[in-house]
């Protein structure tokens, strides 16, 4: 498709861009990443804004796609319309610009997230311009400068970068369309997805992820099993959720089974079901998660703590579809893709006898490691918008900010929690915030210790081994009372998980279910 044949004249006089610029915009279709950002500088060049922002319309939400003088974590948040009455007002505004006095009631979403002008919290001008694609709603452009009467005489100026900015998001769309890629082609209308919501999805703009969501992507629509590897709290779980929606079974279910969580008694009933009298308390017929999950997809989580009992009983179903409920001599077929996630190394797993080298083989059959948080660069500022913007709504704040201090030692910061800990610790930090001081103006600004992530404050590693046993009891007495130590001290590390209080033993589950019924622990927290 030759996109100078499209929309040369719009984009040469909308806006006054030179045969060049135009050319460079047109070239970047293909690439909203680079596309976007191209046409706020040539904005922020041409008009006296300290701050602009393009943001997509998802519903009764504006995703920012990109941004220009603001925060970096502007990026990461989402601005609930009937949260934001400006933002409702610019998306209500039909087809003009709507500029707003300096004295205007309604709050800015942009306050303090100029971070060059901290000492002035307030945006004093504000113009915001709704996009129509096709004569439906698309999107916003915004344009801010701290000082009152920046915008004067040049609304002009700015509508034709509004109409510059809509055709090049309608030629955008046009060229989608005839690539075959419209995101609804496997599951129907559905929003946009330039940039993924960070709580439902996954962000990927950085190389390692935006990697990880190629991959996604490519092995979506197809049956193969995949197994999610990666640490604690990357978004194993987020993954699944894509591959599922993205697939065409995402008008199926999703059934999500967290294999650490089932009792090692029930595991086979959970994963295939059961018939009435199969055991006691079986009163009725239940159907298990595989049946649940016909025509979609199973969502295996924590995989490497399944029983290596109930691991060879999954294999038939694994190659096949074939289930068996327990108690039943009939055999059923489903037809379910299997998605695992697991954060342990199941290749050593099985060298150690503790994963079923077949079972491995059946779940791998196409890998996705997910990175750590402290791979992924600047996303972490942009996952913390996300969060900000959460709290501030949640506390009832007019906007609530990162320090500069906070900034860099969240991108220093190791993030042993992941994505988990980047959300608690904002959680926390904002209400220990409040608590400590008043908001400046409504805008409450987080800093590092406010974070726990101060230099003197970083969080110890490694956990103090138990005490030794008094050493004047007998030797069996001695080794007894430090396994219970032991075995307290991991339960309590793991929140009573016995599934990985055994995997840091190195011991197999059951085998420390039987050694704490020995030495009397099996009273005192359930497994």
């Not at 939400?61 to 989402?78: E, F, I, K, N």
């Not at 915004?142 to 000082?147: E, G, H, P, S, V």
């Not at 962000?203 to 190629?214: K, Q, T």
């Not at 649940?292 to 096949?320: H, I, S, W, Y």
Request: net charge negative.
């Amino acid at each position: 498709m030759d996109n100078n044949a499209v929309i040369p004249t719009t984009l040469t006089e909308a806006a006054a861009l030179t045969t060049g610029e135009a050319a460079e915009l047109l070239d970047r279709l293909d690439e909203p990443a680079r596309l976007w950002p191209a046409l706020l500088e040539l904005l922020a060049h041409r008009l006296p804004c300290d701050a602009c922002a393009l943001l997509r319309q998802d519903g009764d939400r504006l995703v920012p796609l990109a941004t220009r003088g603001l925060s970096p974590d502007t990026l990461g948040r989402r601005f609930l319309l009937d949260e934001h009455p400006r933002f409702k007002a610019i998306v209500e505004a039909g087809n003009r610009p709507l500029r707003f006095p300096a004295d205007s009631a309604l709050p800015d979403p942009y306050d303090g997230l100029i971070p060059d002008h901290s000492d002035r919290l307030h945006v004093h001008d504000c113009v915001g311009v709704p996009l129509l694609v096709a004569g439906r709603p698309w999107g916003v452009l915004t344009l801010d400068a701290l000082r009152a009467g920046s915008f004067d005489g040049l609304e002009g100026s700015i509508a034709g970068f509004a109409r510059l900015a809509a055709s090049l998001a309608e030629a955008q769309e046009r060229r989608a369309a005839l690539a075959g890629r419209e995101l609804s082609r496997f599951a129907g209308e559905r929003p946009f997805d330039e940039r993924p919501d960070p709580g439902s999805d996954l962000v990927g703009e950085g190389p390692a992820m935006a990697a990880l969501l190629r991959e996604v992507d490519t092995v979506a629509d197809s049956d193969l099993v995949v197994l999610v590897l990666g640490e604690t709290g990357v978004g194993k779980e987020l993954v699944a959720r894509r591959l599922h929606d993205r697939s065409r079974r995402a008008h199926g279910p999703l059934v999500h089974v967290n294999c650490a969580a089932l009792p090692e008694s029930l595991v086979e009933s959970e994963l295939f079901g059961h018939v009435r009298g199969a055991f006691s308390g079986a009163v009725a017929d239940r159907r298990g998660k595989f049946e649940l999950a016909d025509g979609g997809t199973l969502f295996l989580d924590e995989v490497g703590e399944l029983p290596l009992a109930v691991q060879a009983k999954m294999l038939r179903a694994l190659q096949n579809g074939e289930i068996q409920r327990v108690g039943s001599d009939r055999h059923l077929t489903v037809d379910v893709r299997v998605v695992a996630a697991t954060n342990r190394d199941l290749v050593q797993e099985v060298r150690d006898g503790r994963f079923r080298a077949d079972v491995y083989h059946r779940l791998s059959v196409y890998p996705l490691h997910v990175p750590p948080l402290r791979e992924r660069g600047t996303e972490t500022l942009r996952l913390a918008g996300l969060f900000l913007e959460r709290n501030r709504a949640r506390l009832g704040l007019r906007n609530l900010r990162l320090s500069a201090d906070a900034e860099r030692r969240m991108l220093t910061y190791p993030w042993p929690g992941n994505v988990r800990e980047l959300e608690h610790a904002i959680g926390r930090g904002a209400i220990r915030a409040r608590a400590a001081r008043a908001a400046e103006g409504g805008v409450l600004t987080l800093t590092a210790a406010d974070l726990g992530l101060a230099e003197e404050e970083a969080p110890p590693t490694v956990q103090a081994p138990p005490p030794p046993p008094p050493s004047d009891l007998p030797l069996r007495e001695a080794v007894d009372e430090l396994q219970r130590r032991m075995i307290r001290g991991q339960l309590d590390r793991h929140e009573g998980n016995w599934a990985k209080a055994a995997r840091a033993l190195g011991l197999d589950r059951g085998n420390l279910f039987r050694l704490a019924g020995r030495l009397g622990l099996r009273g005192e927290t359930t497994p």
